[in-house]
């Protein structure tokens, strides 16, 4: 199994336990169910989504009998797809009790950032899975 596999499956991991952990807090502090967006960030995104992308990386090239399009872009699409979900939780706690002008901005960077990293794994799995095998 790949690094980037591994590394989507781990961080995807992560975000799980964040993710259930806050909402079991809900429970406990119901004052903190301002943060009920990011929890739901966690979970959809953080797991869902990254596991999504680690069992694509290692199963579709599989299924089409071709290698990965470009092992390098996935590793970089891992590393700002974490950038771009890190900055959006933290923006959106922060949004959750405050709200400003820069704030605003900052979330709508770091759910770009993320946004580039979904188109990244997009065309990384399309040159994939269109591109003939050479024989």
């Given amino acids: 199994m790949s ?10 991991m992560v975000y ?3 993710g259930v952990t806050l909402g079991v807090l809900f429970f406990i502090f119901p004052e903190l169910r301002t943060l009920r967006l990011v929890h739901t960030h966690l979970n959809l995104v953080g797991f869902v989504i990254f596991a999504i992308f680690g ?3 290692h199963i579709l090239p599989r299924f089409r009998g071709n290698p990965l399009y470009s092992e390098r872009l996935a590793w970089w699409q891992l590393w700002i797809a974490n950038v771009g979900l890190a900055g959006m939780l933290v923006t959106l706690s922060l949004g959750a009790y405050t709200s400003f002008d820069l704030l605003t901005v900052c979330q709508a960077l770091f759910g770009a950032i993320l946004a580039l990293s979904f188109y990244l794994f997009i065309y990384n799995m399309m040159r994939t899975l269109i591109i003939k095998k050479q024989r």
């Avoid at 596999?5 to 961080?11: A, Q, R």
Wanted: charged share 5%; net charge positive.
């Fill in 3 to 12: 690094k980037t596999t591994l590394g989507f499956l781990f961080s995807g």
């Fill in 55 to 57: 069992i694509g990386y």
């Fill in 16 to 18: 799980l336990t964040i």
